[in-house]
C-alpha cells in the first residue's frame, strides 16, 4: 500500500469520525435544550415513587363492644413488567411464596407493553414478605387492610361488605362508609435502577376511620336468625324475615332474614340474597294493619272499646263483599272484641264511619307511606294510594290491611308507639359512632297515653283468647296480632297459594321492653300467622326475655 492511499484512508477514517462526533454533540445539545425537563422528569419517576398509604377502616361493634367487621393486615404485590429480566423464574419464585399458579402469573410478568401489573391483591402479609425476602427486580409492595367478618353469617344482611379497595358496597358498610372510611397518607420512597426501594424520602400520614357501636346485639341475633331458618325449613318457605327493637329507644336489637349468607363471601352470593327484606321489600300486612283503624277510632273518639256493634256474615262495599275469616252469623260484638277476633266485617264498618280522609290520615300518621328513616341504604316507602286514587271499593281493604304495601320496618315502628305509650320513635341501627354523642332518634306522639292503653289490652286478647296464642311465653303476657295475607298475582287479584303469614307483638304486655316481628314468605302446609309466625315469635321472645334478665309479669 502507497503512502498516498494510507494517508487518504486516515483522511476518510478522521471525516467519519468528526461527523459522528458532530451528530452526537448536536443530540447531546439537543436533549439538554429541548428534553431536559421530560427526561429529567422521566429518570426521577424510575428512581422515586409517590405511594399511597391506605388508613385504617373503622372497625363495627355491636352493643356490647362484640367485633362484628374488622379490618386485617394485609399487602398487595404489583410488578413493573418491563423491570423483570426473567418472568419464567420470577413467576416460579411467586407461586413458591404466594402460592399461585406460576403458569398464570407468568403472562402477567412477561407483557412488557405494561409499567404495572398487580400480582396479588391484599395477599397474606407473611408471605408477601416472603417473596419481598427474595429481593426480585420489579416487584412492589405495600400494606392493605382486608375485610372481615368475625361472626360470618350472623349479621351479615345488616352489614353488608367492602369490597376489595375496602370501600363498602353494601348495608351498613354503604351506609357508613364516609364514617368509616379514614383519609389516605402517602410516602415518597427512591429505588434503585432495578426497582428495589432504598429509603423513604417523605411521608405524610393519613387519618384512619371512625369505629361505630351498633344497637344489634350479636347473640340474640344469631338466635333470631337460627329460629327463621327453622321456621322457613319447617313450613318451605321462600324466605322469612324478624326485626326485634326495643320500644323505648328505637334501638334495633335483631335484624334477620332468612336465607341468609357468611359476609366474607360476598363474591359467590347472589344479589336476592344479599338484601336485607325486612327494610327494602314490601308486602301487604293483613290484619296486622288493623291497629291504624281502630286506634284512630279510639283516638277520634268515634269508638270506645265497649262500644257495640251488630255485625252480619258480610259486608257489601262497592263491588266486593266483604266476610270473615271465619263463617258466622250475625252477631254483637265491642270494638275490643272486633280486634282481638279480627273481624273484617267490624273493622270495615268502623272504616266507613270514619271515611277515607281521616282513614288516609291516620295511615300517614302511623308513618306508612314514607321511610321510617333508619340507617340502613335502600329502605323502601311502602305503597300507600292518596285518596283521590281510592276507588269505591278501597275503603272495604286498605283498613283490612289489603291494598297496600308496608315494610316489616314501618309495622313493628308502629307497633313500638303502641308499646311506648303512643310515642313512634325512628328505628335506628347506629348507637353511636367514636368521638360523637350517641344517636338521637326522632320522636313523635301520635297517640294519647290512653288510647294507646286501650288497643294493648285490646291486643292482649288476641293473644290470650284469639288467633295468636301460639304466641304465649310461661310467666308473661304478651300483646300482638296476627296476620295473613294473599299474595297479588300478575292478573291484578290474589293468588289463592302464596300468602304472608306474620304475627307483631310485645312483651311484656304491660311495661314493654321488646317489639317483635316475624314475617314468613309462601310457607307451605300452613298459612296462618298465628300457625306459621306466632310460634318463632314465641321462641325468639322466651330467649331474649332470658337473655335480657327481664324479669316475669
Same mark, same amino acid.
Given at each position: 500500500?502507497?503512502?498516498?492511499?494510507?494517508?487518504?484512508?486516515?483522511?476518510?477514517?478522521?471525516?467519519?469520525?468528526?461527523?459522528?462526533?458532530?451528530?452526537?454533540?448536536?443530540?447531546?445539545?439537543?436533549?439538554?435544550?429541548?428534553?431536559?425537563?421530560?427526561?429529567?422528569?422521566?429518570?426521577?419517576?424510575?428512581?422515586?415513587?409517590?405511594?399511597?398509604?391506605?388508613?385504617?377502616?373503622?372497625?363495627?361493634?355491636?352493643?356490647?363492644?362484640?367485633?362484628?367487621?374488622?379490618?386485617?393486615?394485609?399487602?398487595?404485590?404489583?410488578?413493573?413488567?418491563?423491570?423483570?429480566?426473567?418472568?419464567?423464574? !420470577?413467576?416460579?419464585?411467586?407461586?413458591?411464596?404466594?402460592?399461585? +399458579?406460576?403458569?398464570?402469573?407468568?403472562?402477567?410478568? !412477561? +407483557?412488557?407493553?405494561?409499567?404495572?401489573?398487580?400480582? +396479588?391483591?391484599?395477599?397474606?402479609?407473611?408471605?408477601?414478605?416472603?417473596?419481598? #425476602?427474595?429481593?426480585?427486580?420489579?416487584?412492589?409492595?405495600?400494606?392493605?387492610?382486608?375485610?372481615?367478618?368475625?361472626?360470618?353469617?350472623?349479621?351479615?344482611?345488616?352489614?353488608?361488605?367492602?369490597?376489595?379497595?375496602?370501600?363498602?358496597?353494601?348495608?351498613?358498610?354503604?351506609?357508613?362508609?364516609?364514617?368509616?372510611?379514614?383519609?389516605?397518607?402517602?410516602?415518597?420512597?427512591?429505588?434503585?435502577?432495578?426497582?428495589?426501594?432504598?429509603?423513604?424520602?417523605?411521608?405524610?400520614?393519613?387519618?384512619?376511620?371512625?369505629?361505630?357501636?351498633?344497637?344489634? #346485639?350479636?347473640?340474640?341475633?344469631?338466635?333470631?336468625?337460627?329460629?327463621?331458618?327453622?321456621?322457613?325449613?319447617?313450613?318451605?318457605?321462600?324466605?322469612?324475615?324478624?326485626?326485634?327493637?326495643?320500644?323505648?329507644?328505637?334501638?334495633?336489637?335483631?335484624?334477620?332474614?332468612?336465607? &341468609?349468607?357468611?359476609?366474607?363471601?360476598?363474591?359467590?352470593?347472589?344479589? +336476592?340474597?344479599?338484601?336485607?327484606? !325486612?327494610?327494602? #321489600?314490601?308486602?301487604?300486612?293483613?290484619?296486622?294493619?288493623?291497629?291504624?283503624?281502630?286506634?284512630?277510632?279510639?283516638?277520634?273518639?268515634?269508638?270506645?272499646?265497649?262500644?257495640?256493634?251488630?255485625?252480619?256474615?258480610?259486608?257489601?262495599?262497592? /263491588?266486593?263483599?266483604?266476610?270473615?275469616?271465619?263463617?258466622?252469623?250475625?252477631?254483637?260484638?265491642?270494638?275490643?272484641?272486633?280486634?282481638?277476633?279480627?273481624?273484617?266485617?267490624?273493622?270495615?264498618?268502623?272504616?266507613?264511619?270514619? %271515611?277515607? /280522609?281521616?282513614?288516609?290520615?291516620?295511615?300517614?300518621?302511623? &308513618?306508612?307511606?314514607?321511610?321510617?328513616?333508619?340507617?340502613?341504604?335502600?329502605?323502601?316507602? %311502602?305503597?300507600?294510594?292518596?285518596?283521590?286514587?281510592?276507588?269505591?271499593?278501597?275503603?272495604?281493604?286498605?283498613?283490612?290491611?289489603?291494598?297496600?304495601?308496608?315494610?316489616?320496618?314501618?309495622?313493628?315502628?308502629?307497633?313500638?308507639?303502641?308499646?311506648?305509650?303512643?310515642?313512634?320513635?325512628?328505628?335506628?341501627?347506629?348507637?353511636?359512632?367514636?368521638?360523637?354523642?350517641?344517636?338521637?332518634?326522632?320522636?313523635?306522639?301520635?297517640?294519647?297515653?290512653?288510647?294507646?292503653?286501650?288497643?294493648?289490652?285490646?291486643?292482649?286478647?288476641?293473644?290470650?283468647?284469639?288467633? &295468636?296464642?301460639?304466641?304465649?311465653?310461661?310467666?308473661?303476657?304478651?300483646? %300482638?296480632?296476627?296476620?295473613?295475607?294473599?299474595?297479588?298475582?300478575?292478573?291484578?287479584?290474589?293468588?289463592?297459594?302464596?300468602?304472608?303469614?306474620?304475627?307483631?307483638?310485645?312483651?311484656?304486655?304491660?311495661?314493654?321492653?321488646?317489639?317483635?316481628?316475624?314475617?314468613?314468605?309462601?310457607?307451605?302446609? !300452613?298459612?296462618?300467622?298465628?300457625?306459621?309466625?306466632?310460634?318463632?315469635?314465641?321462641?325468639?321472645?322466651?330467649?331474649?326475655?332470658?337473655?335480657?334478665?327481664?324479669?316475669? #309479669?
Amino acid at each position: 500500500m502507497t503512502a498516498r492511499v494510507a494517508n487518504r484512508r486516515i483522511r476518510l477514517l478522521v471525516a467519519v469520525f468528526a461527523v459522528v462526533f458532530s451528530a452526537a454533540l448536536l443530540r447531546a445539545g439537543w436533549l439538554q435544550a429541548v428534553r431536559a425537563q421530560a427526561l429529567g422528569s422521566l429518570a426521577t419517576s424510575q428512581h422515586h415513587e409517590t405511594i399511597s398509604v391506605p388508613p385504617h377502616r373503622g372497625t363495627i361493634y355491636d352493643r356490647r363492644g362484640v367485633e362484628l367487621a374488622v379490618g386485617s393486615r394485609a399487602t398487595t404485590v404489583y410488578a413493573n413488567p418491563r423491570q423483570i429480566q426473567d418472568p419464567r423464574s !420470577a413467576s416460579l419464585a411467586v407461586e413458591k411464596t404466594l402460592g399461585l +399458579d406460576a403458569d398464570k402469573v407468568y403472562p402477567l410478568l !412477561a +407483557d412488557r407493553s405494561h409499567g404495572f401489573v398487580y400480582v +396479588d391483591r391484599q395477599a397474606d402479609p407473611g408471605l408477601a414478605q416472603a417473596l419481598q #425476602d427474595k429481593h426480585l427486580a420489579g416487584f412492589g409492595f405495600y400494606p392493605e387492610e382486608r375485610r372481615n367478618y368475625p361472626q360470618k353469617r350472623v349479621g351479615a344482611s345488616v352489614l353488608g361488605y367492602a369490597g376489595v379497595d375496602n370501600k363498602g358496597l353494601a348495608g351498613l358498610e354503604l351506609q357508613l362508609d364516609k364514617t368509616l372510611t379514614g383519609t389516605r397518607g402517602e410516602k415518597t420512597i427512591v429505588k434503585d435502577p432495578f426497582g428495589r426501594t432504598l429509603e423513604v424520602v417523605d411521608s405524610k400520614p393519613g387519618t384512619d376511620g371512625k369505629n361505630v357501636y351498633l344497637t344489634l #346485639d350479636h347473640s340474640l341475633q344469631g338466635q333470631v336468625e337460627r329460629v327463621l331458618e327453622e321456621t322457613r325449613q319447617r313450613w318451605a318457605a321462600k324466605s322469612a324475615s324478624a326485626i326485634v327493637m326495643d320500644p323505648r329507644t328505637g334501638g334495633i336489637l335483631a335484624l334477620a332474614v332468612d336465607p &341468609g349468607y357468611d359476609a366474607n363471601r360476598f363474591p359467590n352470593v347472589s344479589q +336476592d340474597r344479599q338484601r336485607n327484606r !325486612a327494610v327494602t #321489600d314490601t308486602y301487604e300486612p293483613g290484619s296486622t294493619f288493623k291497629i291504624v283503624t281502630i286506634s284512630g277510632a279510639l283516638e277520634t273518639g268515634q269508638v270506645t272499646p265497649s262500644t257495640k256493634f251488630t255485625l252480619p256474615p258480610e259486608i257489601q262495599v262497592a /263491588d266486593r263483599k266483604i266476610h270473615d275469616a271465619e263463617p258466622r252469623g250475625t252477631e254483637k260484638m265491642t270494638t275490643d272484641q272486633i280486634l282481638s277476633r279480627s273481624s273484617n266485617v267490624g273493622v270495615v264498618t268502623i272504616a266507613e264511619a270514619l %271515611g277515607p /280522609d281521616r282513614i288516609s290520615g291516620w295511615i300517614g300518621r302511623f &308513618g306508612f307511606g314514607r321511610p321510617t328513616g333508619v340507617d340502613y341504604p335502600g329502605e323502601s316507602k %311502602g305503597i300507600v294510594l292518596p285518596t283521590d286514587r281510592w276507588s269505591g271499593s278501597t275503603i272495604g281493604n286498605v283498613p283490612i290491611g289489603q291494598g297496600i304495601a308496608v315494610t316489616p320496618m314501618q309495622m313493628v315502628a308502629a307497633y313500638s308507639a303502641i308499646a311506648n305509650k303512643g310515642i313512634w320513635i325512628q328505628p335506628h341501627l347506629v348507637d353511636r359512632v367514636q368521638g360523637e354523642d350517641p344517636v338521637q332518634p326522632v320522636r313523635r306522639r301520635i297517640l294519647t297515653t290512653q288510647t294507646a292503653d286501650e288497643v294493648r289490652h285490646m291486643l292482649r286478647e288476641v293473644v290470650e283468647e284469639g288467633s &295468636g296464642t301460639a304466641a304465649q311465653v310461661p310467666g308473661y303476657r304478651i300483646a %300482638g296480632k296476627t296476620g295473613t295475607a294473599a299474595k297479588p298475582d300478575a292478573s291484578g287479584g290474589y293468588s289463592t297459594s302464596a300468602y304472608v303469614a306474620s304475627f307483631v307483638g310485645f312483651v311484656p304486655a304491660k311495661q314493654p321492653r321488646l317489639v317483635i316481628l316475624v314475617a314468613v314468605d309462601e310457607p307451605r302446609g !300452613a298459612i296462618w300467622g298465628g300457625v306459621v309466625a306466632a310460634p318463632a315469635f314465641a321462641e325468639i321472645a322466651k330467649f331474649a326475655l332470658q337473655y335480657f334478665e327481664i324479669p316475669p #309479669d
